[in-house]
């Protein structure tokens, strides 16, 4: 039975995800070796793994889809920050609220809370 997922995303400066993912998102890092650093919290989560097309609504497909407690709160934070946001906040048929932003390394990040 699979217990855990982990992405495992190439980038060049370690350190340039800290204000993103730590900063921004509240994070904990929960491992730095240096070559390799583990954002994340000690919540249970489910494991999933998702494949597609597309993103939705003609959008990219995003490298992470990271859901929230508060998804119009992280908007203004990712706005204020600086952030290029790529796909604007948007209530979706599907029923989410949920916006794309570039994190520090270039990726295509989902941001979401479902509604």
Do not use: C
Not at 28 to 42: Q, R, Y
């Amino acid at each position: 039975m699979v217990k855990r997922i982990v992405a495992n995303i190439k980038a060049e400066n370690l350190s340039e995800g800290d204000h993103f993912y730590h900063g921004i998102l509240g994070l904990e890092t929960l491992m730095d070796h240096g070559w390799i650093k583990t954002f994340g919290n000690h919540k249970e989560a489910k494991v999933q793994v998702s494949f597609a097309t597309e993103g939705g609504s003609g959008t990219e497909v995003p490298l992470l889809s990271i859901e929230v407690d508060n998804v119009d709160e992280l908007y203004r934070e990712v706005q204020k920050a600086g952030f290029e946001i790529i796909y604007g906040i948007t209530d979706e048929e599907w029923g989410v609220r949920r916006f794309f932003v570039k994190d520090p390394f270039g990726n295509v990040v989902n941001i979401l809370s479902h509604q």
